[in-house]
């Protein structure tokens, strides 16, 4: 029997896990809410939204193979960090130079996100602080896995991952790298991260900054905490 995709969009997705982390209680000043971006700032801008934090971004970029763009041989971090999917190198026969091209081409994509993105602002400060690292999903689990080692080098208090959809496989991986992980929907045939969403339109730069600018904390009240 077919069944419906579980969630309407990203922004749909992103309310139904914000309902997920109600348990976490933490001051604006205790906890900041990071996407992936693109897709996963629609995502969390309910996330950040429910649970009164900031919302930044923090940059990945996937290494796609050169043969399956959409598969990850690897992913790199904001902060130099690249971290490499060995089982699928080990079947791929890709060579040291594609993978450097690569590297190399999404370098480049990784730091004109940053500047389009977050401009002037200083990136995230997060040491001592609850992380909530948010994306749209999970396959390979290898952008969340830099993100994660990128983050960790920083000392945050807590380390929490927010996915609406993920593989088995991914989740697996990230229950041994992050404090807590947070999955929605983890289908028994997992074909790709669009497969739980009705409408997996790719999200724009343009989406991204709205997003971001309409999360801006307002400025505290004297006397507030």
Do not use: W
Not at 67 to 74: I, K
Not at 98 to 116: C, H, M, N
Not at 189 to 195: E, I, L, N
Request: proline residues 8%; contains cysteine; charged residues 20%.
């Amino acid at each position: 029997m077919y069944s419906p995709p579980p969630f309407q969009d990203r922004l749909d997705a992103g309310a139904q896990l914000a309902a997920a982390l109600t348990h976490l209680h933490l001051r604006p000043q205790a906890g900041v809410v990071l996407a992936l971006p693109r897709g996963g700032v629609p995502v969390a801008f309910p996330v950040a939204q429910a649970l009164k934090l900031p919302l930044e971004v923090f940059v990945v970029r996937k290494l796609g193979l050169p043969s399956q763009p959409e598969l990850a041989m690897g992913a790199l971090a904001e902060g130099g960090v690249r971290l490499f999917n060995e089982d699928v190198l080990a079947h791929s026969g890709v060579s040291a130079a594609e993978i450097e091209r690569v590297s190399g081409e999404e370098a480049q994509e990784l730091d004109r996100r940053i500047r389009t993105y977050r401009g002037e602002r200083p990136a995230p400060e997060v040491r001592g602080r609850t992380v909530i690292l948010i994306d749209d999903g999970a396959a390979t689990g290898a952008n969340l896995r830099a993100a994660i080692t990128a983050l960790r080098a920083q000392e945050p208090a807590r380390l929490v991952v927010g996915v609406p959809v993920g593989s088995a496989e991914a989740g697996q991986l990230l229950s041994q790298l992050a404090d807590e992980v947070v999955c929605l929907h983890r289908p028994e045939m997992f074909y790709g991260v669009g497969q739980a969403y009705q409408n997996f339109d790719q999200t724009s730069d343009a989406e991204v900054l709205h997003l971001l600018k309409q999360a801006a904390p307002a400025p505290h009240q004297d006397g507030e905490p």
